[in-house]
């Protein structure tokens, strides 16, 4: 009777790779880690290397190491990737030479637009043009050719982003974007739907004077200065947050309904007067501070699931505790808020940071 050889684990290195690549690339189209930060696995290759030597050296004794070495891996560049800028470590970029471009589109006979904003990296400021028959005048500083295309007379769409080059012909000092500055200006003439993708630099969007119908801001690495404007109704706004700082400004007579999704970064909220607004928040790490004005009606709901502590005025009625007998889930209103004439609602579902509202 032929006799059985030893015994052969089956390895779960080469199964938990798998599944960790197929995480970077979902959490890479879902938009949570910025397209920037993909490019940091230009430097992290070598680190391929190592896992399989380690694997080859002692994962193949036990498959339970050969997982904890897959494992402790895909851990690693997820970390990397989400964190990496924030630590100092920069993404290797294909080579190229800086220079200033410019696009614009005529204001013409368009009676509405749609504008896509890709800013990947680039320091940017997005206002309202003054005294112009353009819709869209951007000035950009760029290392990288940038795709502008427009469609349409009347209901115009007009998309501006980085062309990816992801050649391997590459500058080892990576690319200097201290420097640099993206300037766009948008028409106020026309009711805008606004999609804009901030990436991984700063950006300063002034909506102050635009005539906003629809707004969506992906934040990424970089801090965002965003003020919203007033209007002559109802608009909604979609923010989500990433691992950058947002400063949020609802100038006086606002009448938006907003959905927050707070990410690691925080968020600081101001809301002027005779505003009128729904704010939805999914709260995540980050802190939350919001500043509410005293001649507006204020609900706020703060349901359970969070380990962040809440902090509500005083001054506030509780007026339904949810069953809990502490101040960190329930239902607090201003006095006199079901007769104001400019209310605030404010819906929280708490994360693990803490939501201040003064």
């Not at 036990?62 to 800028?85: D, R």
């Not at 009711?191 to 993708?197: E, K, Q, S, V």
């Not at 400063?247 to 925080?266: K, L, N, P, Y």
């Amino acid at each position: 009777m032929e006799e059985k050889g030893d015994f052969q684990y089956r390895s779960l290195f080469w199964p938990i790779m798998l599944i960790g690549v197929g995480v970077v690339w979902l959490l890479g189209s879902l938009g949570w880690i910025p397209t920037p930060n993909l490019r940091m696995l230009l430097r992290l290759w070598p680190l391929i290397l190592i896992v399989i030597g380690l694997d080859i050296m002692f994962g193949r004794r036990s498959p339970v190491i050969g997982g904890l070495i897959g494992l402790g891996a895909v851990a690693l560049v997820i970390v990397m990737l989400l964190y990496g800028p924030s630590l100092g470590l920069e993404a290797l970029e294909p080579s190229g030479e800086l220079q200033t471009l410019t696009f614009s589109e005529p204001l013409g006979s368009a009676t509405s637009a749609r504008i896509t904003l890709d800013l990947e990296r680039y320091r940017t400021t997005v206002k309202a043009l003054s005294a112009s028959d353009l819709l869209i005048d951007a000035e950009l500083d760029t290392y990288t050719d940038v795709r502008f295309s427009t469609r349409g007379p009347r209901e115009k769409s007009v998309t501006l982003e980085p062309v990816e080059d992801f050649s391997f012909d590459l500058d080892w000092t990576g690319w200097d974007t201290a420097d640099t500055r993206w300037e766009i200006g948008l028409s106020p003439d026309v009711p805008i739907d606004l999609m804009i993708d901030v990436g991984s630099g700063s950006a300063t969007l002034d909506l102050m004077f635009l005539e906003i119908t629809e707004l969506e801001v992906d934040g990424g690495s970089g801090s965002t200065n965003l003020s919203l404007p007033e209007s002559s109704s109802l608009y909604r706004a979609n923010i989500d947050g990433g691992s950058g700082s947002f400063d949020i400004e609802f100038e006086s007579g606002a009448e938006v309904r907003a959905e927050m999704d707070v990410g690691s970064g925080s968020f600081d909220i101001v809301i002027g007067s005779s505003a009128d607004l729904e704010l939805r928040i999914d709260g995540g790490s980050g802190s939350i501070n919001i500043d509410v004005p005293g001649d507006v009606g204020v609900r706020v709901v703060v349901r359970d699931g969070g380990s962040g502590s809440v902090n509500v005025p005083g001054s506030f009625l509780l007026v339904d505790d949810m069953g809990d007998n502490d101040r960190d889930t329930g239902i607090w209103e201003t006095d006199g808020y079901n007769s104001a004439a400019h209310r605030v609602e404010i819906s929280f579902d708490p994360g693990s940071g803490s939501f201040n509202l003064r």
